[in-house]
């Protein structure tokens, strides 16, 4: 199974910026960056497809970008103006096309991101 981590998580102030990278054992065609906050489930935040499209949360979208380095064996998670509730544990996740669905494969450990006011 193919082996992630991440990394550039840290504290930063209301406004700032952090780029998050994902590094993988292999290729990799399909990803998504997941975001948990305490107490709730892992979200699905933004979604890089094998074709090269982007898809992502209300929440983030204009300011987050996710994109990939050309090899496709990292990941980035370019996140601008960042907010207090932007504030969890961000996880990169591989996706996996199952015909009319993605499924999610295999999970990095997760790297944290505060956001103070």
């Known amino acids: 199974q193919v082996h992630l981590v991440e990394s550039g998580g840290g504290l930063v102030q209301a406004g700032g910026s952090l780029r998050l990278s994902c590094a993988a054992s292999?290729?990799?065609?399909?990803m998504g960056w997941y975001r948990q906050t305490p107490g709730n489930q892992r979200q699905l935040i933004a979604h890089?497809?094998?074709?090269?499209?982007?898809n992502y949360e209300d929440s983030v979208e204009g300011r987050f970008t996710i994109s990939r380095d050309s090899a496709r064996k990292t990941v980035y998670l370019q996140m601008n103006n960042l907010k207090p509730e932007d504030t969890g544990v961000y996880f990169c996740?591989?996706?996996?096309?199952?015909?009319?669905?993605?499924?999610?494969?295999?999970w990095g450990k997760g790297t944290q991101v505060t956001v103070s006011t």
């Open positions: 996740a591989t996706r996996e096309w199952r015909g009319s669905f993605y499924s999610t494969g295999a």
């Open positions: 292999a290729r990799i065609d399909a």
């Open positions: 890089i497809t094998t074709g090269g499209g982007t």
